[in-house]
């Protein structure tokens, strides 16, 4: 079984609808962290959390908000979806040892917005 | 903020050796390597501390000149299974994460 897992791995939506991307993991890592991924972007930090009490905001946390519901859980919402949001996310997960360390990357969620 | 990565893409045939490159304007703490293949998951390959030695994975190393805030990431007689995009990301003295926007690297035959 996937250390990381991401549900939805699709999803197609409309501008301004809620949409909540879930991310759970069986590492025992305490940090957390969303990624969204653009062709010719990179990777940036949309949010991230070092314990279930902690979050901090990314690179480009606007139109984000996130939950840290357990140690295992990391979700992503998208309060009212644009379609600049179309993009691939990505949670990923690093143990506690150093502020960035080794992350683990679940298999992504294709998000697309009409 | 966000490193520069250079070359922004390289072809290599087998057992050519390359060179990926990433400099940041901000002083490091860390730089990391990521290789994501096609249509998956990127996933680590290094990570170099400040004051630390350079590492080395299977054929694949990296140095790290802090003095400069660059890195270098060698792949030595590459093999097919070396394609995909390579991602460096730099933890600043500011505890700010960022990757740069990768070298995709493709060997053929």
Redesign the interface.
């Known amino acids: 079984d996937a250390d990381v897992t991401q549900t939805p791995r699709n999803r197609i939506t409309k501008t301004g609808k809620r949409i909540m991307l879930e991310c759970s993991q069986t590492k025992g890592h305490d940090r957390m962290y969303w990624?969204r991924q653009d062709p010719?972007?990179?990777?940036?930090?949309i949010y991230y959390s070092f314990d279930v009490k902690d979050i901090n905001k990314?690179?480009i946390s606007d139109g984000y908000s996130v939950s840290r519901q357990a140690q295992a859980k990391f979700s992503l919402s998208l309060e009212s979806a644009i379609p600049n949001q179309t993009a691939l996310y990505?949670c990923a997960t690093s143990p506690g040892q150093?502020?960035?360390?080794?992350?683990?990357?679940?298999?992504?969620t294709r998000l697309t917005v009409l | 903020q966000q490193p520069v990565q250079s070359p922004q893409a390289v072809i290599l045939r087998e057992g050519e050796d390359a060179v990926i490159n990433c400099s940041s304007s901000k002083a490091l703490y860390s730089v990391h390597w990521y290789r994501q293949k096609h249509g998956e998951a990127p996933v680590f390959l290094m990570i170099l501390l400040k004051g630390g030695e350079q590492k080395g994975h299977d054929k694949i190393s990296a140095s790290f000149n802090e003095k400069k805030q660059q890195s270098s990431l060698y792949l030595t007689a590459s093999q097919l299974s070396y394609s995909g995009t390579y991602f460096c990301g730099t933890e600043n003295t500011g505890n700010q994460f960022y990757f740069g926007t990768g070298t995709s690297l493709t060997v053929i035959p």
């Open positions: 990624y010719g972007l990179g990777l940036r930090l990314g690179e990505f150093g502020a960035f360390n080794e992350q683990f990357f679940g298999p992504g």
